[in-house]
């Protein structure tokens, strides 16, 4: 179970975010409400929620998942991949340290952006990426053995981070799209398949027993009520412009 979580909120310079997909400029009021909703569905689900202030100085700053990884023995200051992104992960390291005794950090040559960091309990799956390095994977191998945990190296074909594509919704049961539908890492799972029309949705977060589910996806939202979980459905489709879901919003932990 989390308890806590943190976001920030966006700032008007989003609509200059990194994006790879071509659904145009997101609408800042739009976002701002969107964000608004997302907040109020962490707290309904338990956590309590600090809100970060907007920063200007990085359009993509409300995608806060990307600079932390949080466990439940240390918290991790990534290397973000992206040059815009890269210094977002000053700004966390003195916001976690008020949580976690223990904070380590990932340095140069090595690179990792945590949305290709999927924890399923004491384990984490990490996608090599364009915006994660095998040194920035090993680094965080590392420090994860010094606190008993442990991590595996996922090399990612098309998808921009790992959770883009996956979604560990507990009790052994995984959300899968694309390249991981055959995966051979992701054999020992339950896999609810998710259509490639609705790929998406593969990113939907599970917070608590509640699964969020992207709006716009009833088929995923099906399955993975289906599944037994109860779902909630939030629009973010302002964030899905940037490339950015539910897991990215937030950290929890
Ligand atoms: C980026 O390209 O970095 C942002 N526009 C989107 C980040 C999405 N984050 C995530 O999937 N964890």
């Given at each position: 179970m989390f308890k806590n979580a943190i976001v920030r909120t966006p700032c008007?310079?989003?609509?200059?975010g990194l994006s790879?997909?071509?659904?145009?400029?997101?609408d800042y009021s739009k976002a701002m409400d969107q964000h608004a909703r997302y907040v109020d569905a962490l707290r309904n689900c338990g956590l309590e929620v600090k809100v970060l202030e907007a920063d200007s100085r990085f359009p993509d700053s409300t995608f806060v998942e990307d600079v932390a990884l949080c466990t439940p023995h240390c918290a991790i200051i990534t290397n973000p991949g992206a040059p815009s992104r890269n210094r977002e992960k000053l700004e966390m390291k003195p916001v976690l340290q008020t949580y976690y005794k223990q904070v380590e950090s990932i340095k140069t040559p090595g690179i990792l952006d945590a949305g290709d960091v999927m924890m399923v309990g004491q384990h984490f799956y990490i996608g090599i990426s364009e915006r994660t390095n095998v040194e920035g994977a090993e680094q965080l191998i590392g420090i994860l053995e010094k606190y008993g945990m442990t991590g595996s190296k996922v090399p990612l074909?098309?998808?921009?981070?790992?959770?883009s594509g996956l979604s560990y919704l507990e009790q052994n049961k995984l959300l899968v799209t694309g390249e991981f539908i055959h995966h051979p890492a992701f054999n020992s799972f339950h896999r609810i398949e998710v259509d490639p029309d609705e790929?998406?949705?593969?990113?939907s977060l599970w917070v608590n027993s509640t699964v969020l589910v992207p709006a716009g996806f009833p088929n995923t939202r099906e399955k993975i009520e289906q599944a037994g979980y109860h779902t909630l459905s939030l629009d973010v489709s302002e964030f899905q412009k940037l490339d950015g879901g539910l897991s990215c919003l937030s950290l929890r932990f």
């Open positions: 008007p310079e989003m609509i200059n790879s997909v071509t659904l145009g400029k997101p074909q098309k998808m921009l981070h790992l959770k790929s998406y949705a593969a990113n």
